[in-house]
T-cell receptor, first 111, second 110 residues
Framework: DGGITQSPKYLFRKEGQNVTLSCEQN?????MYWYRQDPGQGLRLIYY???????QKGDIAEGYSVSREKKESFPLTVTSAQKNPTAFYLC??????????FGPGTRLTVL | QKEVEQDPGPLSVPEGAIVSLNCTYS??????FMWYRQYSRKGPELLMY????GNKEDGRFTAQVDKSSKYISLFIRDSQPSDSATYLC??????????FGTGTRLTIIP
């Protein structure tokens, strides 16, 4: 089955710790995205990548980093510089103006 | 002012009622309009897609776009408890980047 997988489903981080969220897609999509979702604020774009080895900052990139070494993979690192990281993180992908598909999400909680 | 405005609700209606969900937007360059449904603790799933102005119907769902008023709507007929979810509108100029509304939380009461 084609789709987007995200892992882990739930993640707990201690203060000062970096954590990496995984996103893999087998849809052969060129573009991949990371969104953050907070109650009452909708989806906010963190980073996006339209091609391998290239990525751009979204609206709220501070405290986050990404890499795009393979077309299928777009991991997101939440660094200790992100002061309020508790949120629901969604990975998505599109190709040539096709519809945006989302993964199941990762819920990150800071302890 | 946000580019896309959506009433967050919550909205509660009895089973079988017609539901109307709406978004307004300010960017006249938007051409592609989408509605996503998101169940609790899940990723959004595409429900309806419309290009430019007009109506599109799919089963119990109808999407309307009025570009002159910068207003889009999603109608759900014969609403079911399984329709209880958050509904997100989204739109783009066609460059793949979507701009989302904040989402409306809908509850269908049996």
């Amino acid at each position: 089955d084609g789709g987007i997988t995200q892992s882990p489903k739930y993640l707990f981080r201690k203060e000062g710790q970096n954590v990496t969220l995984s996103c893999e897609q087998n849809l052969n999509h060129d573009a991949m995205y990371w969104y953050r979702q907070d109650p009452g604020q909708g989806l906010r774009l963190i980073y996006y990548s339209q091609i391998v080895n290239d990525f751009q900052k979204g609206d709220i990139a501070e405290g986050y980093s990404v890499s795009r070494e393979k077309k299928e993979s777009f991991p997101l690192t939440v660094t200790s510089a992100q002061k309020n990281p508790t949120a629901f993180y969604l990975c998505a992908s599109t190709s040539n103006r096709e519809f945006m598909f989302f993964g199941p999400g990762t819920r990150l909680t800071v302890l | 002012q946000k580019e896309v405005e959506q009433d967050p609700g919550p909205l509660s209606v009895p089973e079988g009622a017609i539901v109307s969900l709406n978004c307004t937007y300010s960017n006249s360059a938007f051409q592609y309009f989408m509605w996503y449904r998101q169940y609790s603790r899940k990723g959004p799933e595409l429900l309806m897609y419309t290009y430019s102005s007009g109506n599109k119907e799919d089963g119990r769902f109808t999407a309307q776009v009025d570009k002159s008023s910068k207003y889009i709507s999603l109608f759900i007929r014969d609403s079911q408890p399984s329709d209880s979810a958050t509904y997100l509108c989204a739109m783009s100029r066609g460059n793949e980047k979507l701009t989302f509304g904040t989402g409306t939380r809908l509850t269908i009461i049996p």
